[in-house]
């Protein structure tokens, strides 16, 4: 009767169902692009399951919104440009980074490859399309004080984001201010034509960019979801480095209108470069360095409107140790 029952028991437990996976929404910072395709790459391989996590990816409407987002608990992490969201930690809002991801800025001033403006020499006479308080326009100023530009030397125009793209798409300004893997393949989308970006980080402004957020309450009571959901990210980012047209076509899969294919991939392309520094070459993603980030909020204080305690303390804004080893 002894064996009956064990064999009774260990078949009861076959055929119970394995635990429901953890249900995790991740905000974008924007309209999906090319950015994002390790994030739909993971969920669509299977990786984030095997970390026994159901992932729900949610488009955004801003870095600014997004960290509101997660602020409030409404989403359980975001994907955001990290300097926004320390300007909203300072004054209060639950939320830490738990990962930068791009360790070296994507802002540039670009325009068609057939205007041949190459080096910020090159901008002299131009007219530049940006977008007022925006993240680059308020890093654009250290441009010119690292490139020897003055204001005098081009004429500016201002817009928001759409205005500024079409600024250059119709040829009222020859440059805008934009990231290096987003407004450019907006642009070639609509045009087909490419275009060349003069980056801020090949003139010595080291500051960083996207990342992931939480909201540090959920943190406190999410330890071990956080921990897989970070291990299952960083796997999914280093199998869509192998894979770049598969990763970009992973966004297609979920979206189909979300883009046209070979802009989706070139973006990413564009996007991968920037995940490292020289010192954080070889490692796996997001293991940001204490130096960057203190450089970054030195920066962010100086030129992006961050108020002066933050240099204080630079570690209050991110942390290492939901990282897989």
Do not use: C
Not at 1 to 14: D, E, N
Not at 227 to 245: G, L, N, Q, W, Y
């Amino acid at each position: 009767m002894t064996g009956f029952l064990a064999v009774l028991a260990w078949a009861m437990l076959a055929a119970a169902p394995a635990s429901a996976a953890d249900k995790v929404v991740l905000m974008l910072n924007w309209y999906v692009y090319g950015e994002h395709a390790p994030f739909y790459y993971g969920k669509a391989k299977g990786i984030y399951a095997a970390e026994n996590i159901d992932l729900e990816i949610q488009e955004g409407r801003g870095s600014a919104a997004t960290t509101q987002a997660v602020a409030a608990k409404t989403a359980n992490f975001g994907y955001v440009d990290v300097p926004t969201m320390m300007r909203a930690a300072i004054k209060g809002a639950p939320v830490i980074s738990t990962g930068v991801l791009l360790q070296t800025s994507p802002m540039s001033a670009m325009g068609f490859v057939e205007k041949n403006i190459r080096k910020p020499e090159d901008i002299k006479g131009k007219t530049v399309a940006i977008t007022p308080a925006d993240s680059m326009t308020q890093i654009w100023p250290l441009f010119l004080k690292k490139t020897g530009l003055k204001e005098g030397d081009f004429t500016t125009v201002a817009g928001d984001g759409q205005t500024k793209l079409n600024a250059v798409i119709n040829g009222q300004a020859d440059l805008l201010l934009g990231y290096v893997m987003d407004q450019s393949m907006k642009i070639k989308d609509a045009t087909g034509k490419d275009v060349y970006p003069i980056k801020f980080a090949d003139y010595g402004i080291n500051m960083v960019s996207s990342g992931i957020i939480a909201n540090t309450e959920y943190l406190r009571a999410n330890d071990e979801i956080t921990k897989r959901f970070m291990s299952a990210t960083t796997k999914a980012i280093e199998a869509a480095e192998k894979d770049p047209k598969g990763a970009a076509q992973s966004i297609l899969d979920a979206n189909p209108k979300g883009g046209k294919i070979d802009t989706l991939t070139q973006g990413f392309e564009l996007t991968i470069p920037l995940y490292r520094t020289p010192e954080t070459k070889g490692k796996r993603p997001f293991q940001v360095t204490d130096a960057n980030m203190t450089d970054s909020v030195n920066l962010m204080v100086e030129f992006g409107g961050l108020e002066a305690k933050a240099k204080d303390n630079p570690k209050a804004f991110y942390t290492n140790d939901y990282l897989p080893k």
